[in-house]
């Protein structure tokens, strides 16, 4: 392989059943934003209503309003989910802190995101190997840890 190959951006795809409202979960954990709407249209319900039936409220989007965190994008499914995630996000907020003071600010971040709607799953404590991190799920069941 020679050079340096091209950097391409990602984007996180959620399949879920109600995009619009995973979505603004998820810009309340990571601070994201909505975009602006398509050109024409004063909001994104407008822009909404003007889609034929089948595809109102079938996606939604979010991003990191200074444009380097990936874009997150929602499409409605037809399936619930059924099965542990085979890929999922991990939100740094214990980043360069370890013991008690790790513990409290994955605690506190817990508590937040709890009053959004998520749910805690477990507190995966420290080992030789690993920090501690508490495994959690968003408002539909989507695994995701706190580390």
Same mark, same amino acid.
């Given at each position: 392989?020679?050079?340096?190959?091209?950097?391409?951006?990602?984007?996180?795809?959620?399949?879920?059943?109600?995009?619009?409202?995973?979505?603004?979960?998820?810009?309340?954990? *990571?601070?994201?934003?909505?975009?602006?709407?398509?050109?024409?249209?004063?909001?994104?319900?407008?822009?909404?209503?003007?889609?034929?039936?089948?595809?109102?409220?079938?996606?939604?989007?979010?991003?990191?309003?200074?444009? $380097?965190?990936?874009? *997150?994008?929602?499409?409605?499914?037809?399936?619930?989910?059924?099965?542990?995630?085979? $890929?999922? *996000?991990?939100?740094?907020?214990?980043?360069?802190?370890?013991?008690?003071?790790? *513990?409290?600010?994955?605690?506190?971040?817990?508590?937040?995101?709890?009053?959004?709607?998520?749910?805690?799953?477990?507190?995966?404590?420290?080992?030789?190997?690993?920090?501690?991190?508490?495994?959690?799920?968003? $408002?539909?069941?989507?695994?995701?840890?706190?580390?």
């Amino acid at each position: 392989m020679g050079g340096m190959g091209l950097v391409r951006q990602v984007q996180v795809t959620f399949d879920c059943a109600e995009p619009e409202r995973v979505a603004r979960f998820w810009c309340e954990v *990571l601070g994201y934003v909505v975009p602006p709407p398509p050109e024409g249209f004063a909001n994104w319900t407008e822009f909404d209503r003007s889609l034929p039936a089948e595809r109102q409220g079938a996606s939604f989007a979010c991003g990191d309003p200074s444009g $380097v965190g990936p874009r *997150l994008y929602f499409q409605r499914v037809p399936e619930g989910k059924v099965v542990k995630n085979r $890929v999922h *996000l991990d939100v740094r907020v214990g980043t360069g802190l370890v013991g008690e003071e790790r *513990l409290a600010a994955l605690e506190a971040e817990c508590a937040r995101l709890t009053a959004l709607g998520a749910v805690r799953v477990q507190l995966l404590e420290a080992d030789e190997e690993n920090e501690s991190c508490i495994v959690m799920q968003d $408002v539909e069941g989507n695994e995701f840890c706190l580390d």
